[in-house]
Structure formats: C-alpha cells, structure tokens
C-alpha cells in the first residue's frame, strides 16, 4: 500500500461530529437519535482503515448531503460541493503546505439521489454550466487532485445510477487511478450501519494491497 497520509474527501458517509471541519453539515454522531448508529468514531470506515493499515488522516473534509457536481441540494451553498472545496483547499495551498500523498474520494450518491444532471465526460474547457452535471464536474475534479497528490482512489458506493458508476469508471481509467466499486454493504435509511463501515473499510483494504 503506498499511501501514507491521507486527505478525504466525502459526504454523510465519511462525517462524524467533531472530525470534520466546523460549519459542514453532518449525519453521524455518538447521540444521533435514528438508525444507522455508528456509537463511535472509531467504527466508522475511515477509521478502521487508518488504524488496520497504519495510516494517518491527515484531514476529513466530507459535508454531509454535498454533490460532487454544483448541482447542490436546496439550501445548500455551492461552497459545500466537492469541486468547489478542492478549489477552495487549491487556492489556500493545503496540498503544498500539509504531508499528503493521497487523497481518497467518496462522492456521487447525493448527485444521484437528487437527480442532478449528468453530463457527458469533458476533459477540457470546462464550463460554469458543465460543472453543474456529474460526470464533468468528475473529470474536473480528479483533474484537479492529480495536481495537488500524488495517489488517487475514488470510492463508488452501490446503488448509484449506472450510467454514473460508468461514466466514473471512464474518468478513473483514462486518468490512470484506482477505483472501488463497493458491493452488498449493509445499510439502514440509505447509509452504512457500523456493519456497513466494517465492509467499506475491509474492501478498501483488500483493493489497495492487490
């Protein structure tokens, strides 16, 4: 496994109140009152995978109901889009001024959920408009990783429309980077219980040491 120290970036499934930066909206907590429960940080996917592997998050950066695309959810920001945090973390020289090798990404389901447009992949000359659909608001955004860290994996979560999980597959493979695509994990209301994060950390890790 060649990473080390590790910037994610994720929405509902990778918070937990008080890991992720203040003001983000967030779905998991130790006195959250409906199923899934995750009664500890330590039992969600990332932190298993940080303590089984050795590994140091360097940063958590995952708003809970964010889009990859700047098709947001109503009442939204656009500022909690993941293109617009990587831009964001880019312009304030995070990648140059922290330790970090490796940047997991864990996005697309809310994307999906709220129907936002897709797209076609686009690779350049990318516009206000395309970065409101999903698959070129992708290319820009691993586009935009590739400069900041030196290993990429993208994390695809079950139950996303196909044409995503294709589209995504596409980017990952023309961009020469990882991806996961998950399979049969445990969920309740849409999200992974501490069952499901077991299942995410454990496929990520049997992915990455092949």
């Not at 698959?135 to 935009?144: G, M, Q, R, S, T």
Request: aromatic fraction near 12%.
């Amino acid at each position: 496994m060649k990473m080390k120290n590790i910037f994610i970036m994720g929405d509902s499934y990778s918070t937990y109140r008080g890991y992720i930066p203040e003001g983000y909206s967030c779905y998991y907590s130790e006195d959250r009152a409906d199923k899934p429960f995750v009664t500890s940080v330590t039992k969600t996917w990332w932190k298993i995978f940080e303590k089984e592997n050795s590994l140091n998050i360097v940063f958590n950066d995952s708003f809970s109901g964010s889009t990859v695309c700047n098709t947001v959810r109503e009442n939204f920001p656009i500022s909690s889009s993941f293109v617009s945090r990587i831009d964001k973390y880019i312009s304030e020289d995070f990648f140059a001024k922290n330790n970090v090798d490796t940047m997991l990404i864990f996005g697309g389901t809310n994307d999906s959920w709220i129907n936002a447009p897709i797209g076609e992949n686009k690779y350049e000359n990318l516009t206000k408009e395309d970065l409101k659909c999903i698959l070129p608001a992708f290319c820009y955004l691993i586009e935009k990783a590739k400069n900041a860290v030196k290993n990429i994996t993208v994390i695809l979560n079950t139950g996303l429309k196909p044409e995503i999980t294709a589209g995504v597959i596409e980017i990952c493979e023309k961009n020469e980077i990882g991806y996961l695509c998950l399979k049969d994990i445990d969920k309740e209301n849409g999200h992974p219980t501490e069952l499901g994060m077991k299942q995410i950390a454990e496929q990520l890790t049997d992915f990455l040491n092949k």
